[in-house]
């Protein structure tokens, strides 16, 4: 615990571990089994329990609880986790729980990823690397959200939902499907309205590849058959798109959730308003 502050007025408990250069507030409250990387900074009223293990680089806004129990009465209080990678934003207000110690028993939030105030990651979810989660978004239990993922304002994953990278849900949408890569859902229930090509362009993906997942999204949403079944053809016919196969292989995993489609006598809207090609 080289360079470390730490305001006397915060409790540490014995057990946890304090990294170097770390930065604690006034009137936070650390547990024994918490373990804090280098270079964190906890601001004050903040509170991290439980096996909680937070990444190097990150910073904790005041009112801050993370490592609570599952909000699960199937869990019987055994040894869960949860785990926070490096260079994490938690602002104001925001709760990440523990895993259940019946179901997979650890949470787990990548590196780089920012949750605005009154956010909340649920138990036993798994949320990948450079997320967003605008403030009051709120995930279930067991959620999946993949890397390069925006979560607008106030919408809400229902517990066991997948999200693929680099996916954009709209703000107050209502997620209780399956949201696949690249995809943009809006509404309430959510629907899938089109392609994230915003998101594509930022993260550097080539203009081929987006090209191939237009004409791809196309295919498998034209209702001349069931997806599951256009899913084959597409894979086929696209089968030297490693991002085609990608969300071909998303369609076809097993999963306790459907997937969002476009809504009944609509097509999907593939193109954005800055493209010209």
Do not use: W
């Not at 305001?7 to 024994?32: L, Y």
């Not at 190097?56 to 609570?68: E, H, T």
């Amino acid at each position: 615990m080289s360079n470390s502050s730490i305001h006397p007025t915060s409790i540490i408990e014995a057990g946890a571990k304090i990294g170097d250069r770390v930065n604690i507030g006034p009137f936070c409250h650390i547990g024994a089994e918490a373990v804090i990387g280098n270079d964190v900074s906890i601001l004050s009223h903040a509170v991290i329990i439980g096996a909680t293990t937070l990444g190097d680089g990150s910073k904790v806004y005041p009112n801050a609880i993370l490592g609570g129990d599952p909000q699960n009465t199937k869990h019987k209080g055994g040894h869960t986790t949860l785990t926070i990678g490096r260079n994490c934003t938690i602002r104001e207000g925001v709760t990440m729980h523990r895993g259940t110690d019946s179901s997979r028993g650890y949470t787990t939030v990548g590196d780089n990823c920012m949750f605005l105030a009154y956010s909340h990651v649920a138990h036993d979810c798994d949320i990948g690397d450079n997320v967003t989660f605008s403030n009051n978004v709120m995930i279930g239990g067991h959620v999946t959200v993949g890397n390069n993922v925006i979560i607008g304002g106030g919408a809400a994953l229902h517990q066991f939902v997948r999200v693929g990278h680099h996916a954009f849900i709209g703000g107050l949408a209502a997620v209780a499907k399956d949201v696949v890569p690249y995809g943009m859902a809006i509404g309430n229930h959510a629907y899938l309205a089109g392609l994230n090509i915003v998101g594509m362009k930022r993260s550097g993906m080539a203009r081929p590849e987006i090209h191939n997942l237009r004409h791809a999204v196309r295919m498998l949403f034209d209702r001349s058959k069931p997806v599951y079944k256009r899913a084959e053809d597409v894979r086929l016919e696209f089968s030297q798109s490693p991002a085609v196969i990608d969300l071909i292989d998303f369609i076809l995993a097993d999963t306790k959730r459907h997937y969002c489609t476009p809504p009944l006598g609509s097509g999907i809207e593939t193109s954005d308003s800055d493209d010209n090609s």
